[in-house]
């Protein structure tokens, strides 16, 4: 079947550095997204990565492993606005989004 | 200008009646898309249309019924509503590029009591 395995809540302290993990089983496997939503808000799109590798945008990166069915969010010097949960939903060949359970991250200060 | 509006943003209201929610996108986008958010969190997809046409049509009772006049709005009619039926209702859009970034409307919270 199509699933997403996500840790289901995430502890960091506010300036660190903190890595969120997501592993896939998808059949026609085309991209990994990442999503952030903050609670009563609604998702908001924040990566998408198709080829192995980093992609970085300010604080915020993004890493696939095609050959790992694997990927991550990694988050630095992180602020207490980054309190969220955070989606990685797995992109299909017809545009299909496969969602993760989500993780919740809790920033202590 | 809001890109996704949905309305009503809270709907309380009492089992067996029947609700309907309304989305609708100024971002000239052709794909919109129903979600349902339980208390788990957990995104389920609901449906598609692609410029007026239903695309996707997942495992959801037919007392939920979609329409889509035109391919900027997207509402969500439901019957007979039920408690399970109680979650955050979302509505989005989808870009034509690479990514297939959604865009999300705020939410219509319901509440079946």
């Known amino acids: 079947g199509q699933s997403l395995e996500q840790p289901s809540e995430v502890t960091a302290v506010e300036g660190a550095i903190v890595q969120m993990n997501c592993t896939y089983q998808?059949?026609?496997?085309?991209?990994l997204s990442w999503y952030q939503q903050h609670d009563g808000g609604a998702p908001t799109f924040l990566s998408y990565?198709?080829l192995d590798g980093l992609e970085e945008t300010g604080r915020f990166s993004s890493f696939l492993s095609r050959s790992d069915s694997y990927g991550y969010l990694l988050l630095q010097e992180l602020q207490m606005k980054d309190s969220a949960s955070y989606f990685c939903a797995a992109r299909r060949s017809n545009y299909q989004l496969i969602w993760g359970a989500g993780t919740k991250l809790i920033i202590k200060p | 200008d809001t890109a996704v509006s949905q309305t009503p943003k809270y709907l309380v209201t009492q089992m067996g009646n029947d609700k309907s929610i309304k989305c609708e996108q100024n971002l000239g986008h052709d794909t919109m898309y129903w979600y349902k958010q339980d208390s788990k969190k957990f995104l389920k997809i609901m449906f598609s249309y692609n410029n007026k046409e239903l695309i996707i049509n997942e495992t959801v009772p037919n007392r939920f019924s979609p329409k889509s006049p035109d391919k900027a709005h997207l509402n969500l009619h439901i019957n007979s509503l039920e408690l399970g039926d109680s979650a955050v209702y979302f509505c989005?859009?989808?870009?034509?590029?690479?990514?297939?970034?959604?865009?999300f409307g705020e939410g219509s919270r319901l509440t079946v009591l």
């Open positions: 990565n198709a």
């Open positions: 998808t059949s026609g496997f085309y991209g």
């Open positions: 989005a859009s989808r870009t034509g590029g690479v990514t297939g970034e959604l865009f």
